[in-house]
């Protein structure tokens, strides 16, 4: 493991850039936050070109198994724990970063089993929605997360944190509208369109067969593609005053029904 002890060292200062979305765009790189994340990154078979750790604050036992599962082509870097700190995303004590190559989200890349659970999100501004999304998804064992259109970086540490890791074990693709309509036609995928003006409840509507779930963006919802004849709507009954729930919060509960169904539960 190689030490790094001053800040103007070329590698942590491109680590640094990788913070930012300009910089994860100029490198083509993904950085990952934390020692768990770090952890279930590797796991999912994500292949890092470097690894940031701090001695100080990692125990040694999870240094080695890092390393041992990490090729040896992996470079580790250890930096004492003031300087680790330039490292951090947020307010968030950071004792180990990994870096890897940006992984291809092409929609081809994707692969559907027997009977699919797909959701899709169109526009979503907020990287925390994506996480929280991808959360649920794992939960309730979705297949696939398809972004259309999206307002964020997928990988924004943000939505990374959010999923607790689930980032990585979830395939993802990223498309336009149109280019994930046609792709749901040429898999044979129904598309249900989740609208607060929908007539038909969640619960009423089968989520036990080959399914996409679309949710729109955070203030709009979804935009007038979704509004094919061919393309059922599904809304949430609401009670109060509010019209609508969060998008993470309105996928969980779609999400979920659609295990209970699937799962007879």
Not at 44 to 70: H, K, N, R, Y
């Amino acid at each position: 493991m190689k030490k790094i002890s001053s800040p103007q060292n070329p590698r942590l200062k491109n680590a640094i850039r990788l913070k930012t979305s300009r910089g994860r765009k100029t490198q083509r790189r993904v950085i990952v936050f934390g020692l768990r994340e770090v952890q279930r990154a590797i796991a999912s078979g994500i292949q890092p070109l470097e690894i940031f750790l701090s001695q100080e604050l990692v125990c040694e036992e999870d240094c080695q198994a890092l390393q041992a599962a990490t090729a040896p082509t992996t470079e580790f870097y250890d930096l004492p724990a003031e300087l680790m700190q330039r490292l951090k995303y947020g307010d968030r004590e950071v004792s180990a970063v990994l870096i890897a190559q940006r992984p291809d989200l092409s929609l081809n890349k994707i692969v559907l089993d027997a009977c699919p659970l797909v959701v899709i999100l169109e526009s979503i501004e907020k990287p925390g929605n994506i996480g929280a999304v991808l959360r649920s998804m794992d939960g309730a064992g979705a297949s696939a997360l398809i972004l259309a259109d999206p307002q964020c970086d997928l990988l924004h540490p943000n939505c990374i944190r959010a999923s607790m890791g689930s980032v990585f074990t979830t395939p993802l693709a990223v498309a336009t509208t149109p280019q994930i309509l046609a792709w749901c036609q040429s898999q044979d995928l129904p598309v249900l369109a989740a609208r607060d003006s929908a007539t038909d409840c969640y619960t009423d509507v089968a989520l036990n067969r080959p399914v996409a779930l679309a949710f729109g963006n955070e203030a709009s919802g979804l935009s007038s593609h979704w509004g094919n004849a061919d393309i059922d709507s599904i809304g949430i009954p609401m009670a109060g005053v509010s019209d609508s729930l969060n998008v993470s919060v309105a996928a969980a509960v779609v999400l979920f029904e659609a295990r209970r169904q699937r799962h007879n539960v």
